[in-house]
């Protein structure tokens, strides 16, 4: 049982990347899903979740307009599309899920409200000036 995040990478800014976060072992299709971020010398942010219910989508102030969240239960995968990407952009990006908080308000998940069951290694996004 594993969360896998991917698709980081280095681009240059105003570039796009999507990144990937690849469940095995369950379905994500129970889960709330949150992306976070961690800077070098910061505190890990959630950037963008998503709620079980409807799709409810959650983006951080900075990322909101240039990022989307979505899932694609056949393949048992979320994304996060990132586009317009700035420098500040730079960091490890993890994903991580909880059923138990599935149907939680996205905010409150990526505010850090609740502890998730699982949290994926990250995969690193770099943007260059």
């Known amino acids: 049982v594993q969360l896998q995040a991917s698709g980081g990478g280095l681009v240059q800014a105003g570039g796009s990347l999507r990144l990937s976060c690849a469940a095995s072992?369950?379905?994500?299709?129970?889960?709330?899903i949150g992306w976070f971020r961690q800077a070098p010398g910061k505190e890990r942010e959630g950037v963008s979740c998503?709620?079980?219910?409807?799709?409810?989508?959650y983006y951080e102030g900075s990322v909101k307009g240039r990022y989307t969240i979505s899932r694609d239960s056949a393949k048992n995968t979320v994304y996060l599309h990132m586009n317009g990407l700035k420098p500040e952009d730079t960091a490890v990006y993890y994903c991580?899920?909880?059923?138990?908080?599935?149907?939680?308000?996205?905010?409150?998940?990526?505010?850090?409200?609740?502890?998730?069951?699982?949290w994926g290694k990250g995969t690193l996004v770099t943007v260059s000036s």
């Open positions: 998503i709620s079980r219910i409807h799709g409810r989508a």
């Open positions: 072992g369950f379905s994500l299709e129970y889960y709330a």
């Open positions: 991580t899920a909880s059923r138990k908080f599935a149907t939680a308000a996205p905010s409150h998940i990526c505010r850090g409200y609740y502890g998730m069951d699982y």
